[in-house]
């Protein structure tokens, strides 16, 4: 078996996580809501000709982050934040929850995909694709608009991300090794 990851999706409730999370493990689409507590999916995947196996943890969302949320995150490889596009308030959430992942692994970026879900509902919509792309960039992070209903740009989040989280384990690794090359001996 390959690499293994453990990805954490977050984000407000009613965004569509579940709905993506299914989407992605199953291929189908999740029409009635039901607020979830916590669920765990395991998926194996190749991305780029390589064997990868996913843990995905789906979370409740919450009005306000706990320290549950703090286990989730500090047991994260990665982590897709979801807002919906026809919520504002779900939108203004993506940062307290991207500056919760920051403080709590102790970090200045951390892998990391930002979607802005229900792109679908056109009609409906509250904050525009520039909005979502102007965050990612203040953050430097990967911005997709998605749709679980439409299938639209569902597997390629989490392709991202697993690159992301493949970069991050190389980079880990040679830094690794350079520390242990410039070790001092005194004799």
Do not use: H, W
Not at 15 to 35: C, H, N, R, W
Not at 107 to 112: A, E, G
């Amino acid at each position: 078996m390959g690499e293994r990851f453990k990805i954490v999706l977050l984000g407000g409730s009613g965004v569509g996580k579940s709905a993506i999370t299914l989407m992605f493990l199953q291929g189908t689409f999740l029409s009635e809501y039901d607020p979830t507590l916590e669920e765990t999916f395991r998926k194996t995947m190749a991305i780029e000709n390589k064997s990868c196996l996913l843990d995905i943890l789906d979370t409740a969302g919450q009005e306000s982050y706990t320290t549950m949320e703090s286990r989730y995150i500090q047991n994260g490889d990665g982590f897709l934040i979801v807002y919906s596009v026809t919520s504002e308030t779900t939108f203004e959430k993506v940062s307290t929850i991207y500056d919760l992942v920051l403080r709590v692994k102790d970090v200045d970026s951390f892998p990391t995909v930002i979607l802005g879900n229900k792109s679908d509902l056109a009609t409906q919509r509250k904050v525009t694709p520039n909005q979502g792309k102007d965050l990612s960039n203040q953050y430097s992070l990967p911005f997709f608009e998605t749709s679980a209903l439409q299938n639209k740009n569902v597997t390629e989040s989490f392709s991202s991300l697993v690159q992301i989280l493949r970069k991050k384990r190389e980079t880990d690794l040679l830094t690794k090794k350079q520390k242990k090359k410039k070790k001092c001996l005194i004799m």
